[in-house]
């Protein structure tokens, strides 16, 4: 029975999948399976599987008609046999001694879950914008009791982390099938049941940002994943309610709808965002009255003022907290003719800021 069984979804891949593989074979901790799970791959991804899987009885080939990434991942989690769960992304790669370390890092310090640094390359080339490196960056060093504060101040990725085997089997612990994002259902689910983590600050994976991937088109209205993160957190709370753990954490499931609901809504048209809320409307029914309540405090609809089929003026107010920072945001903005700003006043990593027809009137740093 291997130590460490590694779950790798394969999908139309082989232009980075024998670099991927490559890192995984030279592991220095050698007890570990690769559990490749082909999902229905068009290109010569299956192939090089088979010649790995020949060369190394470490390796493992599962197949599936293409299901999506969290399928594929359902699949390596019914057939891993190792102690310890890992992920990886056909079109990242390993440090040699990334599993030795969290390892070593997970069972000297006796956690649930041990979490690595990791370095980010952009396919584009593009300078990356000071949110999303402080969205990768560890804020937490060595052993730690896990709080709702620390859950949303760590990213929500796989492949940076190694989990219990016992304790995903326990909950039923899973990946919402059929939607993008499904990496962060996972992570919440299983940091609720989690009690503690240990943090290693080093940078063991690496992270191939590529135009075409998930968070690539996360800027992208044309996604059709446009709405999957509001129902992956349908998932997650049905996983809070199974295991009667709805009362313990809905603060924090508000806390992350809100911040979600922020991520996912900022970037959308006006169609967009009316199905968006369509859709949120839908769950807050079935929540508690309290939680139903709270969400709606932060989720709320676009008011337009219309001439005819002609958009006169759109008023959108969207607040919350910053889930890294813990800061309030706020961000209200009137805008005319679809493009004209009139009004703009927003609150952000505690500097308030007012606008007037673009032109800047106030700009305010709060005292912490």
Not at 148 to 166: C, E, H, P, S
């Amino acid at each position: 029975m291997p130590i460490i069984s590694i779950i790798l979804p394969v999908y139309n891949a082989e232009k980075y999948l024998g670099k991927c593989l490559d890192s995984l074979k030279v592991q220095t901790f050698p007890d570990i399976e690769v559990l490749c799970v082909d999902d229905g791959s068009q290109d010569g991804s299956r192939r090089i599987c088979e010649e790995y899987m020949l060369a190394d009885k470490r390796f493992k080939l599962l197949s599936q008609p293409n299901s999506g990434p969290a399928a594929a991942r359902n699949l390596g989690l019914r057939n891993a046999a190792g102690r310890y769960l890992m992920f990886c992304d056909a079109d990242d790669w390993y440090q040699p001694d990334i599993c030795e370390k969290l390892l070593k890092a997970i069972t000297a310090s006796q956690t649930d879950i041990a979490i690595c640094g990791c370095r980010v390359i952009d396919e584009s080339e593009q300078v990356r914008p000071q949110e999303d490196i402080a969205y990768y960056r560890l804020y937490y060093s060595g052993k730690q009791q896990i709080t709702g504060k620390l859950i949303q101040r760590t990213n929500v990725m796989l492949w940076n982390k190694i989990f219990k085997a016992d304790l995903v089997r326990q909950y039923g612990i899973d990946f919402p099938t059929g939607y993008e994002y499904d990496d962060n259902c996972f992570y919440w689910q299983y940091m609720c049941v989690a009690k503690t983590a240990c943090f290693l600050d080093e940078e063991l994976y690496n992270y191939l940002r590529r135009n075409d991937s998930v968070m690539g088109k996360v800027y992208n209205r044309k996604n059709k994943g446009v709405y999957d993160s509001l129902y992956s957190l349908e998932h997650f709370y049905d996983f809070l309610r199974r295991n009667s753990l709805e009362k313990r954490y809905n603060r924090l499931f508000v806390d992350i709808y809100q911040n979600c609901w922020r991520f996912c809504t900022v970037f959308l048209d006006e169609r967009q965002y009316a199905q968006a809320y369509k859709i949120f409307n839908r769950f807050r029914r079935i929540l508690p009255p309290e939680v139903s309540f709270e969400l709606k405090k932060h989720c709320r609809p676009r008011y337009l003022l219309r001439l005819g089929n002609f958009k006169l003026a759109e008023f959108i107010c969207l607040n919350g907290k910053d889930g890294l920072t813990g800061c309030r945001l706020i961000d209200i903005r009137l805008v005319l003719f679809s493009k004209l700003p009139l009004f703009n006043l927003s609150l952000k990593n505690a500097v308030l800021r007012l606008k007037f027809c673009g032109m800047r009137i106030l700009r305010f740093r709060q005292r912490k």
